[in-house]
């Protein structure tokens, strides 16, 4: 198996990104989709692409299931965020945090007020930011669907007509960080122009998704993961995140969708 990433640069800021994990006679194709897509966004064209490939050791690979996914109807992004904002209340991260992580997505997390490349590290109690490098965040990589988790997943998101690339590449993501020692819940939106989809993902709930989390055209997102850990397990949290490849073989059940009313959850 081979790690294959992608991180491309626009006007000096992140622009997209890709992980996939892939046995050797694939490297080639997947390699060549991440470069089509960084030159093919809706961010627009890349300016700089940086690709990375590196061999697995096969038996650091730990083998994981996705978790359940649901979809909140909501009526805008407004609706979406207060959803979003009483589903993590109701997980354990303080309103303080919320607020705060709310506030820095939409804000633009990176000190520059542009989209981190990877994800803030939120204290779930008290708000902080604890991530070392607040322009980089924690970019989660090594993680991926087995061929037939792929298949499968495919074919269960099309009920709902969700079997987009967004989706399953965002749930991938999200069912790593939740495996994570220390995390409470994950908030996302995207940071592409015309996807204003986002979620809230977490061990207790799975991946909760919103159709909006903010208006059409808004380049700002990003993700902010809320984490109650000894500050000096922080750097086993990362490592996880980072380094250990894991590879989802099974899928999870996907929920009906529900209708959000105010004060109902
Ligand atoms: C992204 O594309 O950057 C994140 C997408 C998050 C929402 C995916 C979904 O529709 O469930
Ligand atoms: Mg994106």
Redesign the pocket.
Known sequence: MYSVRMRSRRHSQHHSGAERLVPSDGVEQVAAAMIRRALHHSRGQAETIELVIDELDSEQIEYAVLPD?Q?WQVSDFQQGRRAAAELLCSLGVSPTAVETAFADIIRGAAPNGGNMRGAMLVDADSGGRLEPDPARGVRVSRMDLSAEARRELSRVLQQQN?D????R???V?AAKVRMASGIVAEL?????PD?T???VASPQRG?V???T?KPLGDQR???AFFVRVDPRSLSVLMDFLQQRPVLFDRIGHLLPPRVWRENSS
Not at 164 to 167: A, N
């Open positions: 996914v979809t969700l987009r690339e967004p989706v590449e965002a749930l993501l996302c939106w995207s940071d592409d996807y989809a986002g979620y991946y998704r919103f159709p989390l997102g990003g993700r």
